[in-house]
């Protein structure tokens, strides 16, 4: 809890999410087996999604670990290291401490997993994750990531015009990306709070974030 209170634009929850959650989120990789994966999760956090992909890694495949965070990264490191299968993935499985726009890498990923609080972010820095995110993927990948249900109204209730129409123009532009890209959305009722996970596939012919109108906004970024 005191890390998201201080750090409320890279950590999105005051809880870690719940297993059902990060098993969801995390089933991509289970369903590409046995193919060998190249997978990237970003905002690893605490690693409750870490823990639900690790078992799931085919023998072979890589892992990237994406967390901005110094506290979390060290943290991730540990987890990894402490993993029982471990020694047999110990070149395979890499902790990052970066943003994912800074991450420097030739690798097109297979699977990418994000636990990024993108309702915490303007609308820029999420026009150039998702973007990012795109770039990343190979056409065919999956992107999976999550968003709390109602968070947006209930701060919508409780902050400035400015900042629920931020949050609005977010959601717009999330979902253009639904609509392009999505290719199936579950809730998780078993969560605190419940949390809705969107899975969006890049298509082979996919053209990449150009593809995506800007959303216009009268808030400052």
Request: aromatic share 8%.
């Amino acid at each position: 809890m005191a890390e998201s209170i201080r750090n409320h634009r890279t950590v999105g929850s005051i809880a870690p999410s719940s297993k059902p959650l990060a098993n969801l989120l995390a089933d991509p990789v289970l369903e590409r087996a046995p193919r060998i994966s190249n997978v990237l999760e970003v905002g690893a956090g605490t690693g409750s999604v870490t823990r639900a992909l690790l078992p799931r890694l085919p023998q072979g495949s890589r892992l990237d670990i994406v967390e901005a965070n110094a506290h979390f990264a060290a943290h991730l490191r540990r987890l990894v290291h402490g993993h029982q299968n471990f020694p047999d993935k110990q070149e395979q499985i890499r902790v990052h401490n970066v943003f994912v726009e800074q991450l420097s890498t030739d690798r097109r990923y297979d699977v990418i997993v994000s636990g990024l609080p993108f309702s915490n972010f303007s609308l820029w820095q999420v026009e150039e994750i998702m973007g990012r995110y795109l770039e990343l993927l190979r056409p065919g990948g999956t992107l999976t990531y999550f968003s709390y249900c109602g968070s947006r109204w209930v701060r919508t209730l409780l902050t400035s015009r400015s900042e629920a129409r931020r949050q609005l123009d977010v959601k717009l532009l999330l979902n253009q990306y639904h609509n392009q890209y999505a290719i199936g959305c579950w809730t998780v009722w078993g969560n605190l709070p419940p949390a809705k996970v969107w899975q969006l596939r890049r298509p082979i012919d996919a053209l990449g974030a150009s593809d995506i109108s800007p959303v216009k906004s009268d808030v400052s970024r």
